[in-house]
Nanobody
Framework: VQLQASGGGLVQPGGSLRLSCAASGIAFSIYVMGWYRQAPGKQRELVAAITSGGSENYAESVKGRFTISRDNAKNTVYLQMNNLKPEDTAVYYC???????????WGKGTQVTVSS
């Protein structure tokens, strides 16, 4: 199983980034896909998740600014991040899980830095 995240980088406040996570080795369409982040000295937190049926869930801090989407044909989940703030600076991780089955995979993180 591999979850390959990409798209991180350095951006100024107010800017945008689009993260991608390409999955392999799993039946992608049945998994809940999510993005988590971890800032220095803080616990990892859920940013956004999307179910196999397309239902979306967001952390309050990113509602209205971030959008999660998935392309089952490409086995890829995206996170469109707009109006980025310095407090969005963190390592962002891709997650794939089947809830209540104890099945969960993590990708390596991608760094997002929001700074002027």
């Amino acid at each position: 199983v591999q979850l390959q995240a990409s798209g991180g980088g350095l951006v100024q406040p107010g800017g945008s980034l689009r993260l991608s996570c390409a999955a392999s080795g799993i039946a992608f369409s049945i998994y809940v896909m999510g993005w988590y982040r971890q800032a220095p000295g803080k616990q990892r937190e859920l940013v956004a998740a999307i179910t196999s049926g397309g239902s979306e869930n967001y952390a309050e801090s990113v509602k209205g600014r971030f959008t999660i989407s998935r392309d089952n044909a490409k086995n890829t989940v995206y996170l469109q991040m707009n109006n980025l703030k310095p407090e969005d600076t963190a390592v962002y991780y891709c997650n794939a899980q089947i809830p209540f089955r104890g099945i969960e995979y993590w990708g390596k993180g991608t760094q997002v830095t929001v700074s002027s």
